[in-house]
């Protein structure tokens, strides 16, 4: 069982380029989730997917995009990369049965150069 | 909107000891909490949640508190290992909302 699996694990880009994130989860959890991890700044959340079909923004959105393409996979894509876009990203997948313990990929770590 | 805050970013503790991290959360509609702990390198895992209607709840050397009337929760970890060395986040939410909010963390070091 993989659980949630991101790629790439690493990424440079440069400044103006784009690029799509991929993320799938084999759990069948309903929820998927974006966040980037700044130093100092936690989890902060780009977009997330309740159910399949449906996508929100979070907290900081702006500069990306997602498609929640089937259940189980949600990719995030940058249009035009910038320099504050470095972060580390993490996908999370989850579903509500009593609990709410989201299970989050291993990150990939992106940096704009 | 929701925040969630960590009191300190930092902590260090000596092995065997007692380590208690603390968070404070600014919504009182907030019905669900939970504890992450993300080692180096790794993305965050779970480590154990609580709901309003209960003020304690133990794990395994683990144990979160909730005090709702100054919204305020802490997670205890006992006879801290050095596997215990992390960044630990709280988080709050609606237990009918679709996402969590989560705290800046706190880095936890362990003294040999």
């Known amino acids: 069982n993989a659980g949630v699996t991101q790629t790439p694990k690493f990424q440079v880009l440069k400044t103006g380029q784009s690029m799509t994130l991929q993320c799938a989860q084999d759990?069948?959890?309903?929820?998927m989730y974006w966040y980037r991890q700044d130093p100092g700044m936690g989890l902060r959340l780009i977009y997330y997917s309740a159910s399949e079909g449906t996508t929100d923004k979070g907290e900081v959105p702006n500069g990306y995009n997602v498609s929640r393409l089937n259940k189980r996979e949600f990719s995030l894509r940058l249009e035009s990369a910038a320099p504050s876009q470095t972060s580390v990203y993490f996908c999370a997948s989850s579903v509500w049965n009593g609990n709410y313990g989201y299970t989050f990929g291993s990150g990939t770590r992106l940096t704009v150069v | 909107g929701e925040s969630v805050g960590l009191h300190l970013p930092t902590l260090s503790v000596q092995e065997g000891d007692n380590s208690i991290i603390n968070c404070a959360y600014s919504n009182s509609a907030s019905d669900y909490f939970i504890w992450y702990k993300q080692e180096s390198g790794k993305g965050p895992q779970f480590i154990i949640d609580?709901?309003?209607?209960?003020d304690k709840r133990q794990g395994q050397r683990v144990t979160v508190l909730l005090n709702k009337t100054v919204k305020h929760l802490s997670l205890q970890i006992a006879a801290t290992q050095p596997g215990d060395s992390a960044v630990y986040f709280c988080a709050a939410m609606y237990s009918s909302a679709s996402k969590i909010i989560f705290g800046s963390g706190t880095r936890l070091s362990i003294r040999p």
């Open positions: 609580i709901r309003s209607n209960m």
């Open positions: 759990m069948n959890h309903n929820s």
